[in-house]
């Protein structure tokens, strides 16, 4: 009976704050910006997938680069991003700074409740509004099927995952700017500061390496770009999930009026302190799936199979700019694909600075990539792993695996379709609805005894 008893008292608090999200404003001005932001999103995605297509229905080779999780879903996904970036923080702050402002904060913490179970209501709230955020981004992919679009379950449920963890996270900073700020206008400025100072890092790790490079791996949205290269990343995934845990253990001890500030500080450096142990042990952990039919973030399976065997450090050294397009590329089809399939590998950049066509002047290994492996080095300058792999294997003393002559069993999906017709349910049926809602939500709020 008393395993049950704390069970019976979290469901009428969660009724309360699902009742208080809905009769809010917040979460239907989300919806009512999201359905045109993603159906305009998905209406040019289509477009823009219609005119790749059309000259790849007679060119196999051409249909073969298409890809309806490239071309379509992480484009759909793009607006849903924006929205949940910019506009989520407002629902999760209202969750929060809200009760803060009408005192109704202080008569909670005197009601039979824990502070975790108080935050855990109004993070379960938080995750049903992204549920209901969802339904703009449900209706674009049933339209893409209903035009004759193809779906992979894993790719799609893939990035879905990423992007689920991604608003999470957003809500958690949101709930922790809320309880350290005492208006709602000033968290929103301190959520809105983190999640844009995860842009102003990536912008700034373009066009150069060093400090900006490593911080840029640290922003939220890196933690997003696997889930959107078809990749189910085990270390992305623990580092979300605790440093969402983080964040609301963080808002328990800072949300409680009347706590001394010594309390606070110690229990927030305790925590600071094991999420960086747990964060950290989560990023050692090397298991990413490629979840895409074809494997293309991946080698072959025998070069895989094989390079899972290489069990000796390798230490690859690249003499390129960082803002050299070549590293992009090498980094992505190799370097990469090594990290996942062999158990210890180091990659240096030297950084030469800016780039040229021809290389950087006056220096002569510009371009060269040089790897160590059993004390014995070779270099090249090909970026291709039609080239890095057979030199490695060469290093290591084995011999290449024969070359596969299957090919890609994905044929890939060009079609031509017209999504125009849609802006109908995204522009016009779906915003009606959402406002219809909406007025009764306001009007339940408007008369008491509905509520009973």
């Not at 970036?85 to 904060?105: C, D, H, W």
């Not at 209901?132 to 893939?158: C, K, M, N, Q, Y």
């Not at 809320?178 to 102003?200: D, F, N, Q, Y």
Request: zero cysteines; glycine letters at 8%.
């Amino acid at each position: 009976m008393l395993s049950r008893r704390p069970i019976a008292l979290l469901a009428p608090l969660l009724r309360k704050e699902i009742r208080e999200l809905a009769s809010g404003n917040a979460l239907w001005v989300l919806m009512l910006l999201l359905s045109p932001l993603v159906g305009y999103s998905f209406i040019q995605a289509v477009a823009l997938y219609a005119e790749a297509s059309r000259p790849a229905r007679a060119i196999p080779e051409l249909a073969r680069q298409l890809s309806s999780f490239d071309g379509i879903l992480v484009p759909t996904l793009g607006g849903f991003y924006l929205a949940i970036t910019l506009l989520f923080p407002f629902i999760a702050i209202r969750l929060v700074a809200a009760e803060k402002t009408s005192g109704g904060l202080k008569l909670l913490v005197q009601l039979p409740y824990r502070l975790t179970d108080l935050v855990t209501a109004k993070f379960v709230a938080l995750m049903a509004a992204w549920l209901v955020a969802l339904i703009p981004v449900l209706s674009a992919l049933i339209g893409w099927v209903f035009l004759g679009g193809h779906l992979d379950i894993r790719e799609t449920v893939t990035l879905l995952l990423g992007h689920m963890l991604y608003a999470l996270l957003i809500g958690a900073i949101s709930f922790l700017a809320a309880a350290l700020t005492e208006g709602g206008a000033t968290a929103a400025i301190l959520a809105l500061a983190v999640t844009l100072g995860s842009w102003v890092l990536d912008f700034a790790a373009l066009d150069r390496g060093g400090v900006s490079s490593l911080l840029a791996s640290l922003s939220l949205t890196s933690l997003l770009r696997p889930f959107e290269q078809g990749l189910l990343s085990i270390p992305a995934i623990l580092a979300m999930l605790v440093a969402t845990a983080g964040f609301l253990a963080l808002t328990a001890i800072w949300l409680p009026p009347g706590t001394p500030l010594k309390r606070k500080l110690s229990g927030s450096a305790l925590i600071i302190v094991v999420a960086a142990i747990l964060i950290g042990g989560a990023a050692q952990a090397n298991t990413v799936l490629d979840v895409t039919p074809d494997r293309r973030n991946s080698f072959p399976p025998a070069d895989e199979h094989l390079l899972s065997r290489l069990r000796e450090p390798l230490s690859v050294t690249v003499h390129m700019a960082t803002s050299d397009p070549r590293l992009v590329d090498l980094d992505r089809k190799v370097l990469a694909r090594l990290k996942r399939a062999m158990p210890r590998v180091t990659v240096q950049i030297a950084d030469s600075g800016q780039a040229t066509p021809l290389g950087t002047a006056g220096e002569a290994d510009y371009g060269e990539i040089a790897m160590t492996y059993r004390a014995r080095s070779a270099t090249t300058r090909s970026t291709g792993a039609g080239e890095i792999l057979p030199m490695l294997y060469e290093l290591a003393g084995v011999s290449s695996p024969p070359p596969s002559t299957t090919g890609s069993d994905e044929p890939g999906y060009p079609l031509v379709a017209d999504a125009s017709s849609s802006a109908i349910w995204f522009y016009g049926i779906e915003p009606f609805a959402v406002a219809v809602a909406w007025w009764l939500a306001a009007g339940n709020r408007r008369i008491p005894w509905r509520r009973s």
